[in-house]
């Protein structure tokens, strides 16, 4: 089964952008299906942070954004903050008629 | 409100079945997909499989096809995921997360608790 594959961990200060890159296929990102993240808190289900390739869901601040190109995408949170500090996964669909998830990345407020 | 409440946590020894379950409320639940997704200690999402309980259809990752059964009760709105023989390498939580599809772009906007499934002799 296919992977999407992200960074094991990106860091920042608080206040610095930081950007997680998604690396997919020809047969789900770049076969046009939607590409969507989750954040991960410590001991939490995973949430729903972008849909859509850049679309947020009401309530999450606008400080993350997403975009897809080829068969890529990618997630940046501008304005790290400490409550940042969570494990990202992205998440797309495949020709076979299944979903994949990204191999996650952990992001780390210095 | 939309809620996905799953059963609780399971400690079962290796060769043991079981079935856990994953109640959805707040939503027509036969028009909906419902995913399952493990997640072993320390490492990150596998996308198990898939069932849309209006017509029972089902998908498996290949990695997980003939390991476990997914299916459905929609008189009761609720999902199961089932082994017949539990391994070690089965111990992780499990997550149930409805699939919102537009067209054929689908993702998991509503999520369960997560079940911890702990196998050991």
Redesign the interface.
């Known amino acids: 089964?296919s992977v999407l594959t992200q960074p094991p961990s990106v860091s920042g200060a608080p206040g610095q952008r930081v950007t997680i890159s998604c690396t997919g296929s020809s047969s789900n990102i770049g076969a046009g299906?939607?590409v969507?993240w989750?954040q991960?808190l410590p001991g939490t289900?995973?949430?729903?942070l972008i849909?859509?390739n850049d679309h947020r869901?009401s309530g999450v601040p606008d400080r993350f954004s997403g975009s897809k190109s080829g068969t890529s995408a990618s997630l940046a949170i501008s304005g790290l903050q400490a409550e940042d500090e969570a494990?990202y996964?992205c998440?797309s669909?495949d020709t076979s008629?299944?979903?994949?998830?990204?191999?996650?990345t952990k992001v780390t407020v210095l | 409100e939309v809620q996905l409440v799953q059963s609780g946590a399971e400690m079962k020894h290796p060769g043991e079945s079981l079935k856990i379950s994953c109640q959805g409320s707040g939503y027509n639940f036969i028009n909906y997909w419902i995913?399952w997704?493990r997640q072993m200690p320390g490492k990150?999402?596998?996308?198990m499989?898939?069932i849309y309980p209006g017509d029972s259809d089902t998908?498996y990752?290949?990695?997980f096809q003939g390991q476990v059964t997914i299916s459905a009760d929609k008189s009761i709105s609720t999902a199961y995921l089932q082994w017949t023989s539990l391994k070690a390498s089965d111990t992780a939580i499990y997550?149930c997360?409805r699939?919102d599809c537009?067209g054929?772009?689908?993702?998991?906007?509503y999520?369960?608790?997560?079940t911890l499934v702990t196998v050991s002799s």
Do not use: E, M
Request: net charge positive; charged share 15%; proline share 6%.
């Open positions: 089964q299906y939607a969507h989750y991960q289900a995973p949430k729903l849909f859509g869901p494990d996964y998440q669909s008629r299944s979903d994949v998830f990204g191999t996650g | 995913g997704v990150g999402l596998d996308w499989g898939i998908r990752s290949p990695s997550y997360a699939r537009s054929t772009n689908c993702n998991f906007r999520w369960g608790q997560g």
